[in-house]
Structures are given as structure tokens and as C-alpha cells.
């Protein structure tokens, strides 16, 4: 593997240290770095128009119906970044609500047409891989990647990050981007970055070329101890009242969900990252960034970009609306206000971003008991499943080779096929997929490229803007499907997945967007906004001067009263 390995589990794993503040038999250990609240200077802040620090908080399928469902019981850090600038209703505005592609509109202000990132994987038609298939966090030119393996990259991203465009106009901004997965962390800091760092299934780790960090190594060993020792339930026989109306169990397939306390079995790091565990990890790690890069306290605005992921394996392991996912809020409050706490005992001017990458469906086995009956496993069926020689008879051609490579939603034909073959193979391939009752639409790359961007708002757009947002040719498949709103791409549950999100519908392209600066008054605006405007906004607040035409979203006025923080062209 081209990374450099940190730390070794086994090694680790025998070094007696304390376990984190999710342990319920033993005393609870204080996070890495907690300090305690302290009372901000409003008064020095306000003199500051320039904040030293922006810090992105990116918390992976943290969809704007959980934000709902569960602003009411925030008292830590949500509520206190609720005190800010609100816009419950922001959207990640394309077909494509993965990852990988809603990651990366959150700090290029671009949408996936234009930064390449058009879904987690993608067909490459020259790729030497038997099934096509390239990592959209890959660099796929290196020998040594794989998809089981890949060599970690930024490079598929085609436009700068907020950092890229920070650092380009200051050498001396430092960078730094922290989460437990690898695209989450390449798509907020971009190829650019003073560090990166991310969770290999071993150890938080970075790129090859860069130098370790021993204090990373450290907490690393701690990561390793809790995981080699196991955890009993999150929080304990302390669950809240307003988690206990949502515990009930399910069953799908051979997999039972909606009771579970998020426990650890020793040495199964799958639950450990199935629950805030992973996240105070990633916040543990980001902190240490902090101090040892002296983020903020430099002459010049820095970037912090963190991505939060344990909501999404939540989410994908046990569903979005059970006592799993309300203990993982639960968690994801109190974790928000220590690291905060953090913050401001640096003594350091910042502003907070958070939003989300893509919102999420809950299992549909939940779904159907409560009121939506329409939802749905997705069935291949023969259809599909016989789609080779289906196109073969349809189109009457005959080609020595495989004809078409499908991942997810994306269908490619093999570039080989040309002329009146190709368009008979593409007219059969969209008339056998239009025939599956489980899904909704069918464009084909003509379709696309005929598409206009949407001009209107997000929440107006069709089906097929939708879609045009995430297309880029040479990226996306010959044709792309769409799925019935309630049906789920999770065709057959297993251990950490039964659920899922990627779809065109809001519950998976809604999404809460909060913006918080200490000492500076908020406001709430329902009216739908876009995760791409968030970049926009961000330059404007630090005065970094971006080329005319860089973002596709818009800059945000932060300022409730006359002032605006866009400047006199802005909103």
C-alpha cells in the first residue's frame, strides 16, 4: 500500500492506556485535549473582521430530517452552533448523493459536472481492471493501486478546494484536512494540503511522501487499545428518554436493528466505527492537527476541513430512525461542544462551518411499518441480470467481447462498439432498464449533454436537472438510471449494511447548513440554499479574491442587519 503505515494494531494493542469517555464499566477517560469552557471575548472578536481560523465540520449523512427530528434535545454543540446562522434546508443539489461527490461540493462551490466527481466509482472504459472500475479517491495511474488498495489521492478532482484557493494566494496558510474515511478527507483538502489524514481500518495514516506524526502514533495506540479491548453500550443505562420512544426492534433479512446500544465486541473494529467512537477519534486527531500546526495563531487565515462519518455507518448499519442513530446524535452533541470548548480555550478567532455530504433512507423493512409502504429493497430481476444478451438480441449485433460495464447506477458500453451497433445497443439498453418497475428514469449521455444546468432553484429542479448536475462526459455512463423515490439500493442486508442513501429524492439531497462565529449574532432563513454556496461564502467572509466564474453556488450574506458579509456585489 502507497501510505505510510503509522502504527501497527497488533503492536498496539497490548499497551495498557485509558479507553475513551464511551467506556461504561471503567472511569471515563477525558477526551485527547478536552479543556474546559471558557467565557469568549466578544469584544476582541467583533474588532476582527477577518477570522483566523475557518474550520469545515462535514458530518456524513447528517440529512436535514435528522437535524429536525432532533434539534430539540441538542444541548452541546449542535444547539450552540444553532445560535449562529441556520438554513435547515440546504441541498446537496445533484443525482449523485454519495460521498464522494457531496464532499466535494462543499468546499469548491462546484457541483460534480464540474469537479469531476460524479460518484464514489466510475466506469473507465481504459482502465486495465477486468471490471472498469476507478476510485474516485485514486490516483488509478500508479501500479500500486487497487480498488481494494488504492493509492490515495485528490487528483480525479478536477477544480480547487477552498484551502487550494487559500494557499495559492498565501504560501503561508496551513491546511489541514482529518477524517475516517479517505475521499471524505481528499475531497475537502484537495491535492494541496499541510496535512491529511484519514482511518485505514488500522490506524489513522497519510500519504507516503509525508512525515508521521508521533503524537498522531500515540493516539493511535489509544484507538487500537479500544478496539482490541471492546466497549459496553454507548452511554450506558444512561439512555435518554427521547431515544427510548425509537427503540424497537426490526429484522431484515437475517439482520435485527433499532435496539442496539452501539457496544464493541473486542477486536471488531467494525463496531468501533459503527459508533461515536470513530467520530471522537477523528476530532482527537483533528485536534492534535491543531496544536501542531498552530492553526489560527499565524499571520495569515488557516483551514481546518474535518469529516465526521460514524452518522453514515450508523445510518448504513442499522437504519436512520432507531435507537442506533439517536444515541449516535446524542453522542455527536456533547462531542461538538467539547471540541468548541477547544477552540475557544486557544484563544483563537474562528468560524464553523457544518453541513453534510447527502442525507440518508432508513431501512425499508422500518419504512413499511410506518406509514410508507412503497418502500422497498430494489429487485434486479432477469431483466437486468441477463442485460448482456438481452442488448445482444434486442440490437442485433455480435461482438466478440463483453458489451456493456455497469456500477451502481451508471451503464457503459465498451467504446468499441460504433456506428448504427452502438445506437441500436444504447436504444435496447434504456428500453430493457425503462421496463423494471422499480425505476423511474433513463437518460442517456445524448440526453444529458442536450440538458442545460439548472437556473432555477434547487428545490424546483426536475428529475433530469438533478441528474444533469452530477453528469460529466467521460465520467458518467452512456446511460444512467434513476430509482423510484422509497426504493433502496441495499438489495440484499448484511453485518453493517441494510440501508442506504444515492438517490434523487430530498431525503437523501437535504441537508442542515450552519455558520457560527463567537460573539456574532445569527439568524435563521428557511429558503433553500446549495452546499456549493458554502465556499462562495467562506472566501467573502476571509476577503480571498477567487476568479469570476470559479463557483457554481452563490455567497451567503452571514450579517442579520444592514451589513453584508458578500460585500457590496453580494447577496
Same mark, same amino acid.
Given at each position: 500500500?502507497?501510505?505510510?503505515?503509522?502504527?501497527?494494531?497488533?503492536?498496539?494493542?497490548?499497551?495498557?492506556?485509558?479507553?475513551?469517555?464511551?467506556?461504561?464499566?471503567?472511569?471515563?477517560?477525558?477526551?485527547?485535549?478536552?479543556?474546559?469552557?471558557?467565557?469568549?471575548?466578544?469584544?476582541?472578536?467583533?474588532?476582527?473582521?477577518?477570522?483566523?481560523?475557518?474550520?469545515?465540520?462535514?458530518?456524513?449523512?447528517?440529512?436535514?430530517?435528522?437535524?429536525?427530528?432532533?434539534?430539540?434535545?441538542?444541548?452541546?454543540?449542535?444547539?450552540?452552533?444553532?445560535?449562529?446562522?441556520?438554513?435547515?434546508?440546504?441541498?446537496?443539489?445533484?443525482?449523485?448523493?454519495?460521498?464522494?461527490?457531496?464532499?466535494?461540493?462543499?468546499?469548491?462551490?462546484?457541483?460534480?459536472?464540474?469537479?469531476?466527481?460524479?460518484?464514489?466509482?466510475?466506469?473507465?472504459?481504459?482502465?486495465?481492471?477486468?471490471?472498469?472500475?476507478?476510485?474516485?479517491?485514486?490516483?488509478?495511474?500508479?501500479?500500486?493501486?487497487?480498488?481494494?488498495?488504492?493509492?490515495?489521492?485528490?487528483?480525479?478532482?478536477?477544480?480547487?478546494?477552498?484551502?487550494?484557493?487559500?494557499?495559492?494566494?498565501?504560501?503561508?496558510?496551513?491546511?489541514?484536512?482529518?477524517?475516517?474515511?479517505?475521499?471524505?478527507?481528499?475531497?475537502?483538502?484537495?491535492?494541496?494540503?499541510?496535512?491529511?489524514?484519514?482511518?485505514?481500518?488500522?490506524?489513522?495514516?497519510?500519504?507516503? @511522501?509525508?512525515? &508521521?506524526?508521533?503524537? %498522531?502514533? =500515540? $493516539?493511535? #495506540?489509544?484507538?487500537?487499545?479500544?478496539? !482490541?479491548?471492546?466497549?459496553?453500550?454507548?452511554?450506558?443505562?444512561?439512555?435518554?428518554?427521547?431515544?427510548?420512544?425509537?427503540?424497537?426492534?426490526?429484522?431484515?433479512?437475517?439482520?435485527?436493528?433499532?435496539?442496539?446500544?452501539?457496544?464493541?465486541?473486542?477486536?471488531?473494529?467494525?463496531?468501533?466505527?459503527?459508533?461515536?467512537?470513530?467520530?471522537?477519534?477523528?476530532?482527537?486527531?483533528?485536534?492534535?492537527?491543531?496544536?501542531?500546526?498552530?492553526?489560527?495563531?499565524?499571520?495569515?487565515?488557516?483551514?481546518?476541513?474535518?469529516?465526521?462519518?460514524?452518522?453514515?455507518?450508523?445510518?448504513?448499519?442499522?437504519?436512520?430512525?432507531?435507537?442506533?442513530?439517536?444515541?449516535?446524535?446524542?453522542?455527536?452533541?456533547?462531542?461538538?461542544?467539547?471540541?468548541?470548548?477547544?477552540? @475557544?480555550?486557544? &484563544?483563537?478567532?474562528? %468560524?464553523? =462551518? $457544518?453541513? #453534510?455530504?447527502?442525507?440518508?433512507?432508513? !431501512?425499508?423493512?422500518?419504512?413499511?411499518?410506518?406509514?410508507?409502504?412503497?418502500?422497498?429493497?430494489?429487485?434486479?430481476?432477469?431483466?437486468?441480470?441477463?442485460?448482456?444478451?438481452?442488448?445482444?438480441?434486442?440490437?442485433?449485433?455480435?461482438?466478440?467481447?463483453?458489451?456493456?460495464?455497469?456500477?451502481?447506477?451508471?451503464?457503459?458500453?465498451?467504446?468499441?462498439?460504433?456506428?448504427?451497433?452502438?445506437?441500436?445497443?444504447?436504444?435496447?439498453?434504456?428500453?430493457?432498464?425503462?421496463?423494471?418497475?422499480?425505476?423511474?428514469?433513463?437518460?442517456?449521455?445524448?440526453?444529458?449533454?442536450?440538458?442545460?444546468?439548472?437556473?432555477?432553484?434547487?428545490?424546483?429542479?426536475?428529475?433530469?436537472?438533478?441528474?444533469?448536475?452530477?453528469?460529466?462526459?467521460?465520467?458518467?455512463?452512456?446511460?444512467?438510471?434513476?430509482?423510484?423515490?422509497?426504493?433502496?439500493?441495499?438489495?440484499?442486508?448484511?453485518?453493517?449494511?441494510?440501508?442506504?442513501?444515492?438517490?434523487?429524492?430530498?431525503?437523501?439531497?437535504?441537508?442542515?447548513?450552519?455558520?457560527?462565529?463567537?460573539?456574532?449574532?445569527?439568524?435563521?432563513?428557511?429558503?433553500?440554499?446549495?452546499?456549493?454556496?458554502?465556499?462562495?461564502?467562506?472566501?467573502?467572509?476571509?476577503?480571498?479574491?477567487?476568479?469570476?466564474?470559479?463557483?457554481?453556488?452563490?455567497?451567503?450574506?452571514?450579517?442579520?442587519?444592514?451589513?453584508?458579509?458578500?460585500?457590496?456585489?453580494?447577496?
Amino acid at each position: 500500500m502507497n501510505m505510510r503505515r503509522l502504527v501497527s494494531l497488533a503492536a498496539l494493542a497490548t499497551i495498557a492506556l485509558p479507553l475513551g469517555a464511551c467506556a461504561q464499566a471503567t472511569a471515563e477517560a477525558p477526551p485527547v485535549s478536552i479543556a474546559p469552557a471558557r467565557t469568549v471575548d466578544t469584544r476582541a472578536l467583533e474588532q476582527n473582521e477577518t477570522p483566523d481560523l475557518v474550520v469545515m465540520i462535514a458530518v456524513d449523512q447528517f440529512s436535514a430530517d435528522l437535524f429536525a427530528q432532533y434539534r430539540s434535545h441538542f444541548t452541546g454543540g449542535l444547539a450552540r452552533l444553532s445560535e449562529g446562522v441556520v438554513f435547515p434546508s440546504a441541498f446537496q443539489g445533484h443525482a449523485a448523493t454519495e460521498t464522494c461527490p457531496g464532499h466535494s461540493t462543499l468546499l469548491t462551490g462546484a457541483r460534480p459536472a464540474r469537479s469531476g466527481i460524479v460518484a464514489n466509482n466510475w466506469i473507465d472504459t481504459s482502465s486495465d481492471r477486468p471490471d472498469k472500475v476507478v476510485y474516485c479517491a485514486e490516483d488509478s495511474t500508479d501500479p500500486a493501486s487497487s480498488r481494494r488498495k488504492p493509492v490515495v489521492s485528490a487528483r480525479n478532482l478536477l477544480v480547487p478546494t477552498l484551502g487550494e484557493w487559500m494557499r495559492d494566494a498565501d504560501p503561508a496558510t496551513r491546511s489541514v484536512a482529518v477524517s475516517s474515511k479517505d475521499r471524505a478527507t481528499m475531497m475537502l483538502g484537495g491535492t494541496d494540503t499541510t496535512a491529511s489524514w484519514w482511518w485505514d481500518g488500522e490506524a489513522y495514516v497519510t500519504h507516503a @511522501d509525508r512525515d &508521521g506524526d508521533p503524537k %498522531v502514533d =500515540a $493516539l493511535n #495506540a489509544r484507538f487500537a487499545k479500544e478496539i !482490541a479491548d471492546g466497549d459496553g453500550p454507548v452511554m450506558g443505562a444512561t439512555i435518554p428518554d427521547f431515544c427510548r420512544r425509537v427503540e424497537r426492534r426490526f429484522t431484515a433479512g437475517p439482520i435485527g436493528f433499532g435496539d442496539g446500544k452501539l457496544a464493541v465486541r473486542p477486536g471488531n473494529e467494525g463496531d468501533w466505527r459503527r459508533s461515536p467512537r470513530a467520530d471522537r477519534a477523528t476530532l482527537a486527531v483533528a485536534l492534535e492537527q491543531l496544536d501542531h500546526y498552530q492553526l489560527g495563531q499565524g499571520a495569515t487565515t488557516d483551514i481546518l476541513a474535518i469529516s465526521l462519518s460514524a452518522t453514515d455507518y450508523v445510518g448504513h448499519a442499522y437504519g436512520n430512525n432507531g435507537l442506533e442513530m439517536c444515541l449516535q446524535m446524542s453522542e455527536l452533541d456533547r462531542m461538538l461542544a467539547s471540541f468548541l470548548d477547544n477552540l @475557544d480555550a486557544r &484563544g483563537v478567532d474562528y %468560524v464553523v =462551518a $457544518l453541513s #453534510a455530504d447527502h442525507g440518508g433512507q432508513d !431501512a425499508p423493512e422500518r419504512l413499511d411499518e410506518q406509514a410508507d409502504p412503497g418502500a422497498a429493497r430494489f429487485d434486479p430481476g432477469e431483466v437486468v441480470q441477463m442485460l448482456e444478451g438481452e442488448i445482444r438480441q434486442r440490437a442485433g449485433i455480435t461482438f466478440p467481447d463483453r458489451v456493456s460495464y455497469a456500477y451502481a447506477s451508471e451503464f457503459t458500453l465498451d467504446p468499441r462498439i460504433v456506428g448504427d451497433d452502438r445506437k441500436r445497443a444504447l436504444k435496447a439498453l434504456k428500453e430493457i432498464l425503462l421496463e423494471h418497475p422499480q425505476i423511474e428514469a433513463v437518460f442517456t449521455e445524448d440526453e444529458m449533454q442536450a440538458t442545460p444546468m439548472p437556473d432555477v432553484n434547487v428545490q424546483d429542479w426536475t428529475i433530469r436537472q438533478r441528474a444533469r448536475a452530477s453528469w460529466r462526459k467521460g465520467r458518467s455512463g452512456d446511460v444512467s438510471i434513476l430509482l423510484k423515490r422509497g426504493v433502496s439500493g441495499v438489495i440484499e442486508p448484511s453485518e453493517g449494511y441494510i440501508a442506504t442513501h444515492g438517490s434523487v429524492w430530498d431525503y437523501d439531497r437535504r441537508v442542515p447548513l450552519l455558520f457560527y462565529r463567537p460573539g456574532r449574532a445569527g439568524f435563521e432563513q428557511p429558503m433553500p440554499v446549495e452546499t456549493v454556496d458554502i465556499a462562495p461564502t467562506l472566501s467573502a467572509l476571509i476577503g480571498l479574491e477567487v476568479p469570476g466564474g470559479a463557483f457554481d453556488g452563490r455567497c451567503l450574506d452571514l450579517d442579520p442587519g444592514e451589513g453584508n458579509t458578500c460585500g457590496i456585489d453580494g447577496e
